[in-house]
Every structure is written in structure tokens, then in C-alpha cells.
Antibody, heavy 123, light 110 residues
Framework: QVQLQESGPGLVKPSQTLSLTCTVS??????????WSWVRQPAGKGLEWIGR???????NYNPSLKSRVTISVDTSKNQFSLKLSSVTAADTAVYYC???????????????WGQGTLVTVSS | QSGLTQPASVSGSPGQSITISCTGT?????????VSWYQQHPGKAPKLMIY???KRPSGVSIRFSGSKSGNTASLTISGLQAEDEADYYC??????????FGGGTKLTVL
């Protein structure tokens, strides 16, 4: 059974960089035909897709966050990471990591999720 | 890239059926069948309920079904049960392999 676990600071100061790591267990992060993704959810609000990375290195970002986001993979640690720069209070949210699996011939869907981690942006 | 439009809330009594709509544009929902639906209970991670607009993953109750017409996708839950009370989100592929979520719908089982 694949499991994902987010980790990182729960409090980040405005203008600084938010850094989170997702540790994958139960499978290799290098498994084919999967994407490793980040999704966030401000308190009481809806889900927002941040971006994803394929094990080949292909990356897609939310256009509204693209200038501030970096997603990377560390295969040696079976982890992938999120960096979000120049954060403001609007970036306060629960951040989820997720694994997208190819359920049909041409599309991937969020099948496995981490439990989520709250990141608060405040001085 | 604007979010998909969902009703803020829907409600129904046990045993009844409800439908949640998800409206997008010709650039996302309307351009393909790559729409999915997620159920989220309070404090929990989302769970995939429907993918490719109409397909159910293994283990998801047959009471959950999906459909799509034009720029609008729909999730129908039949035979409502108390455990179905949750937030539901639609999600669609958008341009350049990106994703866009709906604003979410709170389902209340009366």
C-alpha cells in the first residue's frame, strides 16, 4: 500500500520560502506512469492544484503560481519536494502531496494522498 | 485558469438522490472527458470517487455515478446515506496538462 507523508515547517514568515517534503513509502518514487503532485487548501476553502512532476522530470505548474513554485524529486530518499517563494498570508493552507496514477489510456488521477500539513504564513 | 463552478451546498434525505453540477469552459470540462470527483470528510484527505467523467474506481459504491454534457459535469449520489455527508470537489484537466478544481459542494444529509 502506497503511503505519502508531508513534512516541513508549520510556520513561515512573510516573503520567505515555504519548503515541504513528501516521503513516499510502499513503492519506489521512480515507478513508471505516475505523477507526484501538490495540492493545497486554505482553511474553510476549496482545493487548489499547485503542480506535479513526472519521474522523467517533466513538470507542470499552476499558471497562477508558476513564478514562485519549484517541485523536485529526490530518488535517493524516495521523496519529492515543494518550494514556494515570496509567501504571503494568502499562502496559509493545508498542503497535500498526492500521487496521480494512470487509470485510463491518456489520463492520470489523484489516487493516493498524504494526510496534509498546515502551513501558516505569519510574522 | 479560473476554477470550475459548483453549488456551495446541496442537501437530501436518507434514501434520496442528489446531483452536484460542475461547470467549466470549452478549455477544460468541455474539451474532453477527463473530469474527476473527490469526496472529502472534515479533517481528511480527498478520496477519488469518479474519474474520466463516468468511471468508478474499485471499491467505490455503485451509488455514485458521473455524467457530462458540454461544459458541465455532474455527480449523482443515489440512496443517500449519512456517511455520504462530506464536501465534494470536481477536477478537470485544463490547458497544458494543468489541473483545475471546482470550489467544492457541501453535501448535508438531513
Amino acid at each position: 500500500q502506497v503511503q505519502l507523508q508531508e513534512s516541513g515547517p508549520g510556520l513561515v514568515k512573510p516573503s520567505q520560502t515555504l519548503s515541504l517534503t513528501c516521503t513516499v513509502s510502499g513503492d519506489s518514487i521512480s515507478s513508471g506512469s505516475v505523477y507526484w503532485s501538490w495540492v493545497r487548501q486554505p482553511a474553510g476553502k476549496g482545493l487548489e492544484w499547485i503542480g506535479r512532476i513526472y519521474t522523467s522530470g517533466s513538470i507542470n505548474y499552476n499558471p497562477s503560481l508558476k513564478s514562485r513554485v519549484t517541485i523536485s524529486v529526490d530518488t535517493s530518499k524516495n521523496q519529492f519536494s515543494l518550494k514556494l517563494s515570496s509567501v504571503t498570508a494568502a499562502d496559509t493552507a493545508v498542503y497535500y502531496c498526492a500521487r496521480e496514477e494512470k487509470l485510463t489510456g491518456t489520463s492520470w488521477y489523484f489516487v493516493y494522498w498524504g494526510q496534509g500539513t498546515l502551513v501558516t504564513v505569519s510574522s | 485558469q479560473s476554477g470550475l463552478t459548483q453549488p456551495a451546498s446541496v442537501s437530501g434525505s436518507p434514501g434520496q438522490s442528489i446531483t452536484i453540477s460542475c461547470t467549466g469552459t470549452s478549455s477544460d470540462v468541455g474539451s474532453h472527458n477527463l473530469v474527476s470527483w473527490y469526496q472529502q470528510h472534515p479533517g481528511k484527505a480527498p478520496k477519488l470517487m469518479i474519474y474520466e467523467a463516468t468511471k468508478r474506481p474499485s471499491g467505490v459504491s455503485i451509488r455514485f455515478s458521473g455524467s457530462k454534457s458540454g461544459n458541465t459535469a455532474s455527480l449523482t449520489i443515489s440512496g443517500l446515506q449519512a456517511e455520504d455527508e462530506a464536501d465534494y470537489y470536481c477536477c478537470s484537466y485544463a490547458t497544458s496538462s494543468t489541473r483545475v478544481f471546482g470550489g467544492g459542494t457541501k453535501l448535508t444529509v438531513l
